[in-house]
């Protein structure tokens, strides 16, 4: 499996981006739950926000009501829609893939979020 993201940046705060997700193989996609999580500097790694291959969503209290995940199975695409950006936002952003037990990371893209 192999998942590439794109559409990080520099913004500043108040500002909208938004990250796209491509997976690879195809056959793989809509059958599986996807994500985004995010890795600040000396932070672990957290769940920002996933999709179910029902297009159930979950997201992070933090990013609750300025964030949207969505998927489009066509396109084999899962996007992260970011509202309202906060200097906090700052961190690498990471797309998984859940396949059975498992979970298939992204090489990541930077967001970074000025004040």
Known sequence: VQLVESGGGFVQAGGSLRLSCVANPPRTFS????GWYRQAPG?????VADITSGGSTNYADSV???FTISRDNVKIVVYLQM???KPEDTAVYYC????????????????TVSS
């Open 31 to 34: 059958n599986n739950a996807m």
């Open 43 to 47: 932070k672990e790694r957290e769940l």
């Open 64 to 66: 609750r009501g300025r």
């Open 83 to 85: 509202n309202s950006l």
């Open 96 to 111: 998984s893939q859940d396949v059975g037990s498992v979970r298939y990371w992204g090489q990541g893209t930077q967001v």
